[in-house]
Every structure is written in structure tokens, then in C-alpha cells.
């Protein structure tokens, strides 16, 4: 009884052999009968230069692509199918045709430029690791010519293929995040990488606010965040206008918060005029004997025209209503001349 191991489908390894060789000689039967129909296409339609003529100079009767779509439907077949015979017929003479070599391999490889290249090429049959031998298959020859393969081996090849696959963006977003449930995946990408794909998937305001505050829950992420000043400033600043943001709700829903509010802001500013007279009034007198250098008193001086223009603004804020600062007088506050 044959081992079920020695058996490659329903037949025995020998068997199967047989039927190998018997398929080469087939296919080899059919390559020479596509070449024998690129030559019928040829001599039907040679091939021309761009914007040539008939080769023997008649007018002609039928444009090249009608002769063949004639020819096409004469004998059962697509257009294209008859393009593809003529093309590889006129690519590969017959002196330089491979008997055993798929006539897919020589349409494929006759889309090098150069002939002696394409000469070489079809002399140098790629290594099959499976059978242990050199020799053409329609992958082998595509990738010879940078053609995309149909069965990816290389990382390079499958990564194509992937691209190929995912050009759709929901099948790219459905892909990616069943690639990154596996840990092994993650692992190979660089931070950087990571950053990148984060920044990403959180351009939405409402995600980037969901992410930021789950991250800032992690105590170490938080205290290493705000090392950085220009975060600590814009979450300052955040913080500062949440406030702003709750006190207006506050004086919307509660009216006399307002009314308390500016009785507060009332003492505060007559608070700051008492204050500031107080502390002159006990400053000057204890400066009677003293003597000032020229810069100490023109230091003085501004700050004076600074005090003088603050209460300026005041009296006009008081009488006219305008509470806004203009560019120059912001200056003049901030002590720039």
C-alpha cells in the first residue's frame, strides 16, 4: 500500500511527476502556438514607427487597431488578447524565443528597453528554492523588470502588497488597528514613529481631548509634561480661561455676583490709591538729607511719568468709560521707552 505521505493530492509522487512532464510539453505547445499567432497579427499588422506607413506603401484601408479587432473577432478572442501575441512576437524573434519558457515570461520580459539586455535576461533564469533548480516563473520574471509580483516573498514584496490592499482608507484604519492590538508589531516601531501616528489619529479636537486627559492621569507622564515652559504656560493659560469661562456662567445664572464683583474691584482700586499715598507719605519725609546721583533721580523721574499717566488713564477710564489700554500707554506700564 503507497504511503499517504508520498502522494501529492490524489496521485502518487511518481504519478505526479509524469504529469508534470506531460504538463511542460502541453505548455510548451501552447507557447509556441501563441508565438505562431503573434507572427499571423504581425503579418496582418506589422508594426510601425510612430506615424509611419503601411511597410508596402499602399494607402491604407483599415487603422491598425481595426485590422486587429477584425482579426480578434474572426478568431474568438479579446483585442487585447491578439495586442499581446503581436507585441511579444515582434519583442522576441524567432532565433530568440526559449522552447520550455512560458510565453507570460516572454511578454513580461519583453518590456526591456535594450535587446542585448533582454537576450541576456531570458539566459538567466532565477533560482527556485522549492525545486532546487533555475527557472522562469511569471513572479521570477516580473521581478527582474520591477513589476509588481502576484505571491509576495521578500518584506518589501509582502509590504507592496499590503500598501496595494490598504489604499482604501477604512480598509487602512480597519488594518492598522488590528495591527497594533499585537504587541510584537508595537514593538518594532520607534518612538518617533509613534509620536508621528498619535499626532495623527488626534487631529479631532474631541479625540486629542480624550487621549490628553487620559495620559495626564499618569502621574510620571504629567510631571515630565510640565518640565516643558511652553506647556506649563498654555496649560496655565487653559486653567486661566476655564475660570474666566466659570465666572461668566456664574454671573449669568447669579446677577448680584456681578454686583459683588464690582463692589470687591471698587475697594481694591480706592484701596490701591490709599495705599499708594500711605506709602509715599511715610517714604518721602525719611528721604529729607539724602542725596541722589543724576541716574537715581532720572530714575525716579520715569517712574513718576509712569504713576502720572497710570492715573491719567484712571480719571479718563472714570469719566468717559474707556477702560482699554492703547498700544503707547501699554509701553509706558511696562517701563519701555
Same mark, same amino acid.
Given at each position: 500500500?503507497?504511503d499517504?505521505?508520498?502522494?501529492?493530492?490524489?496521485?502518487?509522487?511518481?504519478r505526479?511527476?509524469q504529469?508534470v512532464?506531460q504538463?511542460?510539453?502541453l #505548455?510548451?505547445?501552447?507557447?509556441?502556438? /501563441?508565438?505562431?499567432l503573434?507572427? #499571423?497579427?504581425?503579418?496582418?499588422?506589422?508594426?510601425r514607427?510612430v506615424?509611419?506607413?503601411?511597410?508596402?506603401?499602399?494607402e491604407?484601408l483599415?487603422?491598425?487597431?481595426?485590422s486587429l479587432?477584425? &482579426?480578434?473577432?474572426?478568431v474568438?478572442v479579446?483585442r487585447?488578447?491578439?495586442?499581446?501575441?503581436?507585441?511579444?512576437a $515582434?519583442?522576441?524573434?524567432?532565433k530568440?524565443?526559449?522552447?520550455?519558457?512560458l &510565453?507570460?515570461?516572454?511578454?513580461i520580459l519583453a518590456?526591456v528597453v535594450?535587446?542585448?539586455?533582454r537576450?541576456a535576461?531570458?539566459?538567466d533564469a532565477?533560482? $527556485?528554492p522549492r +525545486?532546487?533548480a533555475?527557472?522562469?516563473?511569471?513572479?521570477g520574471a516580473?521581478r527582474v523588470v520591477?513589476?509588481r509580483?502576484d505571491?509576495?516573498?521578500t518584506?518589501d514584496e509582502?509590504v /507592496?502588497?499590503?500598501?496595494?490592499?490598504?489604499?482604501?482608507?477604512?480598509?487602512?484604519a480597519?488594518?492598522? +488597528?488590528?495591527?497594533l492590538?499585537?504587541?510584537?508589531v508595537?514593538?518594532h516601531?520607534?518612538?518617533a514613529e509613534?509620536?508621528?501616528v498619535v499626532?495623527?489619529?488626534?487631529?479631532d479636537?474631541?479625540?486629542?481631548q480624550e487621549?490628553?486627559?487620559?495620559?495626564l492621569?499618569?502621574?510620571d507622564v504629567?510631571?515630565?509634561t510640565m518640565?516643558?515652559?511652553?506647556?506649563?504656560m498654555?496649560?496655565?493659560?487653559? /486653567?486661566?480661561?476655564?475660570s $474666566?469661562?466659570?465666572?461668566d456662567?456664574?454671573?449669568?445664572?447669579?446677577?448680584a455676583?456681578r454686583a459683588?464683583?464690582?463692589?470687591?474691584?471698587?475697594l481694591?482700586?480706592v484701596?490701591?490709591?490709599?495705599s499708594?499715598?500711605a506709602?509715599?507719605?511715610r517714604?518721602?519725609?525719611q528721604?529729607r538729607?539724602q542725596?541722589?546721583t543724576?541716574d537715581e533721580r532720572?530714575?525716579?523721574?520715569?517712574?513718576?511719568g509712569r504713576v502720572r499717566?497710570?492715573a491719567d488713564?484712571l480719571?479718563?477710564a472714570?469719566?468717559?468709560?474707556e &477702560?482699554?489700554?492703547?498700544e503707547q500707554?501699554?509701553?509706558?506700564?511696562?517701563?519701555?521707552?
Amino acid at each position: 500500500m503507497t504511503d499517504v505521505t508520498d502522494r501529492i493530492g490524489n496521485v502518487t509522487r511518481q504519478r505526479y511527476e509524469q504529469l508534470v512532464t506531460q504538463a511542460k510539453e502541453l #505548455i510548451a505547445q501552447i507557447a509556441r502556438s /501563441q508565438f505562431s499567432l503573434g507572427d #499571423i497579427a504581425l503579418e496582418i499588422e506589422p508594426m510601425r514607427a510612430v506615424g509611419g506607413s503601411m511597410p508596402n506603401g499602399t494607402e491604407d484601408l483599415f487603422t491598425v487597431t481595426e485590422s486587429l479587432q477584425m &482579426f480578434a473577432d474572426d478568431v474568438g478572442v479579446e483585442r487585447r488578447t491578439v495586442e499581446d501575441w503581436r507585441y511579444t512576437a $515582434n519583442r522576441w524573434p524567432a532565433k530568440r524565443r526559449r522552447e520550455g519558457v512560458l &510565453f507570460t515570461v516572454h511578454r513580461i520580459l519583453a518590456s526591456v528597453v535594450e535587446e542585448d539586455e533582454r537576450w541576456a535576461a531570458i539566459e538567466d533564469a532565477p533560482f $527556485n528554492p522549492r +525545486t532546487g533548480a533555475r527557472q522562469w516563473t511569471p513572479d521570477g520574471a516580473k521581478r527582474v523588470v520591477g513589476q509588481r509580483v502576484d505571491r509576495p516573498v521578500t518584506v518589501d514584496e509582502k509590504v /507592496q502588497a499590503v500598501a496595494d490592499l490598504t489604499r482604501d482608507d477604512e480598509v487602512a484604519a480597519q488594518v492598522a +488597528t488590528d495591527l497594533l492590538k499585537r504587541p510584537a508589531v508595537t514593538e518594532h516601531v520607534t518612538p518617533a514613529e509613534r509620536v508621528r501616528v498619535v499626532t495623527e489619529l488626534t487631529r479631532d479636537d474631541t479625540v486629542a481631548q480624550e487621549v490628553t486627559s487620559s495620559l495626564l492621569r499618569r502621574p510620571d507622564v504629567a510631571r515630565k509634561t510640565m518640565r516643558d515652559d511652553t506647556t506649563r504656560m498654555l496649560v496655565n493659560r487653559a /486653567q486661566f480661561d476655564n475660570s $474666566n469661562e466659570t465666572r461668566d456662567r456664574i454671573r449669568e445664572r447669579t446677577p448680584a455676583v456681578r454686583a459683588i464683583e464690582h463692589t470687591i474691584e471698587y475697594l481694591d482700586l480706592v484701596g490701591s490709591c490709599h495705599s499708594f499715598v500711605a506709602t509715599l507719605g511715610r517714604l518721602v519725609p525719611q528721604l529729607r538729607g539724602q542725596e541722589f546721583t543724576e541716574d537715581e533721580r532720572e530714575t525716579v523721574r520715569r517712574q513718576i511719568g509712569r504713576v502720572r499717566a497710570a492715573a491719567d488713564w484712571l480719571e479718563g477710564a472714570l469719566d468717559n468709560g474707556e &477702560f482699554t489700554l492703547d498700544e503707547q500707554l501699554v509701553e509706558l506700564l511696562k517701563g519701555e521707552e
